[in-house]
């Protein structure tokens, strides 16, 4: 599921200071957007608006506190994988996967999940050989930086 410009877009330094600041914020209203960046809040609006429209920007999600769901425990998985067919279909109904990427290197792919605690990561491991899975190395999340 990529996503692609429909057209060419500049982006000036305006929309890259707009870019910056809806990635640590994006409920902040036009008015306080457009006070950060100097324009108006129609003018700030407008530019969210082509900057979504040609892909610049994916689209608006919700950081949630996976703790707060029981989900203690954040893990990075890296993976080698047997086949991959189905593998993608697979990952997007499981709702303990914060993210993933096929990558190059050893892995075949690189999974970031979050469980409920040792028991939830040990069940996902499980369900990852399940799939197809025949080397994983896993890294415990301390502590993240961003």
């Not at 067919?85 to 999974?111: C, I, N, P, Y």
């Not at 040990?122 to 502590?143: I, K, M, P, S, Y």
Request: with cysteine; net charge negative.
């Amino acid at each position: 599921m990529g996503y692609m410009a429909t057209e060419i877009t500049a982006i000036d330094k305006i929309d890259r200071e707009i870019l910056g600041i809806l990635q640590t914020d994006g409920r902040i209203s036009w008015q306080m957007l457009g006070d950060r960046v100097h324009l108006s809040p129609n003018a700030v609006a407008e530019r969210v608006r082509r900057l979504t429209k040609t892909g610049v920007i994916k689209g608006f999600r919700v950081d949630i506190n996976q703790a707060a769901l029981g989900r203690t425990l954040e893990a990075v998985i890296d993976a080698r994988m047997a086949h991959t067919q189905g593998f993608d279909d697979a990952l997007m109904k499981r709702d303990d996967v914060l993210w993933a990427a096929h990558v190059t290197g050893e892995s075949d792919v690189t999974l970031a999940v979050a469980c409920d605690g040792t028991a939830g990561l040990d069940a996902f491991l499980r369900w990852l050989q399940r799939e197809g899975a025949t080397e994983t190395r896993t890294d415990v999340v301390l502590n993240k930086i961003r």
